[in-house]
């Protein structure tokens, strides 16, 4: 299903960049559209006359070697502004007859200085008096391309903003998607606004309507099944499908007992009640415990429940009869993440709860009203279907649940004290307002025993561990500095209340080296 086909946008064309779904965030951020495509679908891409402008990514590649990635020249020959950002800078570089040079000595990492050379509409306003860019480059331009002039320089790179203001194209050396360049915004306002002249009218809440009339045009009298985990995504398409089709979507909630506390008997209340969707409840966390019983090894227990919930969902959704689409939360991350920039077809599914490799099975088309969006936007989409700002702003949380959150075997009574203790920990990030300045934050068992002394008594109980990251999507993370009132506070609220746990631990690690999850 192809959505809003009609709109203006900007194309960022991946080179393989860690970085490149910032770009397209800070363009959308901007209110403009922005999509991410390889060089390779920039060959034969449909739309160019809907772009507007044109950025080229960083990347792994070196166009100091005899191959290196490229797209066609007819791309430039179109007149489209381009702005090309590190290894986009050196490839319009290479193309437009520069020189660079690939020097360990001149490589520059991290936050640089920068110095203005002269004036460019692409840096109005950007330059102050200690302007601080993010780089991560080895390779560098040394002789300008030819009708190129230089607008700003490092105490490395005498080439570090370089422009063809006639011909419209830019580049820059550094990361102006990165936050860790100040003012970088600003790079992106002066293409977008002064250079392609696009207009910001783009908005996540106005493409409701679009989103919704498409899904109404694809599934037309027929019925939809999804499965409703109560995360934000799930939840989104849920509201989406229904606004389109009402009655003919059937959502299916499995609960695997291995929620929060509480959340799943909420979730389900509040679409079957407030948001009127057809619910359908399984309760099967007996199942889901007794194929967990005994098994430690984190792989092991992911693949229990992905298949047991996919047996499951397949087993109640074969009682309902003429099911011709899936719907399911897939995110724009999850789309860029399965394509190469190289444009291999290396497709990845996603973890289980996106029911990854049911429509194969069960031969149901998919509908993914979300794969356009970033989660942010998700959120905003949420709130705009009337979802509650505790669902529609709530953390992430894994598919497989609170079981990797139980380190080592799990059991009914680890799973309750678990509960118990993320409930309070989470409970005190929002009595705290503290909840909405974390991207993810949850209590985790660890399956150590400790020695402690409560009242007169010795204790020997399991230790608890939080994990509090700031993130922008997940990808990488630091931990969250709390105030050290807040650690005293919350550790003394768990031990005091939560019969089971006698010690209580904090995380500071980031990811990487860590992960977000310990499993
Ligand atoms: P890691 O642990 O890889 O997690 O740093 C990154 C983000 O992904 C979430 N996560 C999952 N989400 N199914 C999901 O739907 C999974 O199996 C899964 N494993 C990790 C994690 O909570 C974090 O937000």
């Known amino acids: 299903m192809?959505?809003?086909?009609?709109?203006?946008?900007?194309?960022?064309?991946?080179?393989?960049?860690?970085?490149?779904?910032?770009?397209?965030?800070?363009?959308?951020?901007?209110?403009?559209?922005?999509?991410?495509?390889?060089?390779?679908?920039a060959k034969n891409y449909h739309s160019y006359n809907l772009v507007k402008g044109i950025i080229l990514s960083g990347g792994p590649s070196t166009v100091t070697k005899n191959k290196f990635q490229s797209i066609p020249k007819q791309i430039f020959k179109r007149k489209i502004p381009i702005l090309g950002i590190c290894y986009g800078l050196q490839l319009i570089s290479k193309l437009y007859g520069g020189k660079i040079k690939s020097s360990k000595k001149k490589r520059e990492f991290g936050k640089t200085l920068i110095f203005k050379k002269k004036n460019s509409l692409l840096t109005k306003n950007f330059f102050n008096s200690n302007q601080v860019v993010w780089m991560s480059h080895e390779d560098a331009v040394v002789k300008l391309p030819k009708n190129f002039t230089s607008i700003a320089y490092t105490k490395s790179s005498n080439l570090t903003i370089i422009e063809n203001s006639?011909?419209?194209?830019?580049?820059?050396?550094?990361?102006?998607?990165?936050?860790?360049?100040?003012?970088?915004?600003?790079?992106?306002?002066?293409f977008l606004f002064l250079i392609c002249k696009i207009k910001d009218k783009w908005n996540i809440a106005s493409q409701k309507t679009k989103i919704i009339q498409e899904i109404k045009k694809t599934v037309k009298k027929d019925k939809v099944i999804c499965a409703l985990s109560g995360g934000v995504d799930s939840s989104v398409v849920a509201l989406l499908v229904n606004k389109a089709i009402k009655k003919k979507l059937i959502c299916i909630m499995v609960d695997t007992g291995l929620m929060r506390k509480n959340e799943f008997k909420y979730t389900y209340k509040l679409f079957k009640h407030t948001h009127k969707l057809n619910v359908k409840l399984i309760n099967a966390s007996n199942i889901f415990l007794k194929k967990l019983k005994?098994?430690?090894?984190?792989?092991?227990?992911?693949?229990?429940?992905?298949?047991?919930?996919?047996?499951?969902?397949e087993k109640e959704s074969k009682k309902i009869k003429n099911i011709k689409y899936l719907a399911q939360g897939?995110?724009?991350?999850?789309?860029?993440?399965?394509?190469?920039?190289?444009?291999?077809?290396t497709s990845k599914i996603k973890s289980h709860h996106n029911v990854g490799g049911l429509p194969k099975k069960m031969n149901l088309k998919l509908i993914e009203?979300?794969?356009?969006l970033f989660k942010d936007e998700v959120r905003v989409l949420g709130s705009s279907l009337g979802l509650f700002k505790n669902i529609s702003g709530r953390h992430p949380f894994p598919g497989p649940g609170l079981a990797i959150r139980i380190i080592g075997?799990?059991?009914?009574?680890?799973?309750?004290?678990?509960?118990?203790?993320?409930?309070?920990?989470?409970?005190?990030?929002?009595?705290?307002?503290?909840?909405?300045?974390?991207?993810?934050?949850?209590?985790?068992?660890?399956?150590?025993?400790?020695?402690?002394?409560?009242?007169?008594?010795?204790?020997?109980?399991y230790t608890c561990l939080l994990r509090a990251v700031t993130s922008e999507d997940g990808m990488t993370a630091d931990y969250f500095n709390f105030p050290k009132d807040f650690l005293d506070k919350i550790s003394n609220k768990i031990i005091n209340n939560v019969k089971g746990i006698n010690r209580v631990v904090y995380d500071i690690s980031s990811k990487p080296p860590s992960t977000i999850e310990l499993e």
């Open 294 to 313: 005994n098994i430690s090894n984190p792989e092991k227990k992911r693949k229990i429940i992905g298949n047991l919930f996919i047996k499951i969902f």
């Open 330 to 345: 897939t995110l724009y991350p999850d789309i860029i993440e399965s394509r190469s920039s190289t444009g291999s077809k």
């Open 409 to 461: 075997n799990i059991t009914l009574e680890k799973i309750k004290i678990l509960q118990e203790a993320d409930q309070i920990f989470i409970q005190e990030l929002n009595n705290h307002n503290l909840y909405n300045k974390i991207w993810q934050a949850y209590a985790a068992l660890l399956p150590i025993k400790t020695v402690g002394v409560m009242g007169d008594s010795r204790t020997y109980e």
């Open 369 to 372: 009203p979300l794969k356009e």
């Open 166 to 190: 006639k011909a419209k194209i830019y580049g820059v050396q550094f990361h102006p998607e990165v936050t860790h360049t100040n003012n970088g915004n600003q790079i992106f306002k002066n």
């Open 2 to 41: 192809q959505f809003q086909k009609e709109k203006e946008k900007i194309l960022i064309i991946d080179f393989g960049s860690q970085v490149t779904k910032l770009i397209a965030r800070r363009i959308r951020d901007l209110k403009v559209y922005a999509e991410i495509i390889t060089p390779l679908e």
